[in-house]
């Protein structure tokens, strides 16, 4: 989630709409029930929040993006700026979502923590984010770029894609019962990948020239581009997600 106080609502909006709408089936996993009281950790501009909410529930968001949290605020949510390793809720929700969030917490184990204390007794922890082989094509495409421009510096991946047993093992050794848990290929349409890249990677050069930004990303287009794109679909990005269901111990 680190990077995410720096996206800006407008453009997550036209070019990454994709992620709240392919959520359906974690919102089916949280199951939610009338009057529960439910955090939405890292929100992005409060879509699914209100799905939640017309549910006949009471959520709370929290994200760390200030322009985010602005927009969820406007479509009537009760939302705060805060990150997922520093939630100061305790024994307040009957269950805590999260979708496409916590491959940006580097800190998970202390996110888990600040997770299971904002849960009541028995409450539930639902989520759904990047797992292992998560767009492998992409990462190694960056990597690749880095290695044939030293003079960029190392390629720092801001991202954590763990395997299921890794993270199984953390929410158990962390006080959760762990029912479910699986890693989902989802090979995803995203538009042009130069708008993904401009969305999430803009961290990853952040240290870089202005025209250093643009040819790491044309090279990393170019590599990509008979990897995963076709006339016919476009542009496909090889997500893997890690979807869960976990519940407080006591
Ligand atoms: C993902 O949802 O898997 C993801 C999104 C942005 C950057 C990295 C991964």
Known sequence: MKESNKWNANEYNKHADFVSNLAMPVIDLLDPKENEIILDLGCGEGTLAIEIEKLNTKVIAVDLSVSMIKKTKAKGIEAYVMSATQLTFENEFDAVFSNAVLHWVNDSK?????????????????????????????????????????????????????????????????????????LIPRPTKIDDIRNWLDIFANGIVSHLKQEQQSQFKEEVREILKPKIYSEKDGWIADYVRLRLKAYKIG
């Open 110 to 182: 202390t996110a888990i923590n600040k997770i299971h204390t904002a849960l009541k007794g028995n409450g539930r922890f639902i989520a759904e984010f990047g797992g292992y082989g998560n767009i492998k094509y992409l990462t190694d495409a960056m990597q690749e770029v880095f290695n044939n421009h030293p003079e960029y510096g190392q390629f720092n991946n801001p991202w954590y894609f763990p395997k299921k047993t890794e993270y199984k093992k953390l929410l158990e050794n962390n006080g959760f019962n762990v029912k479910y848990i699986e």
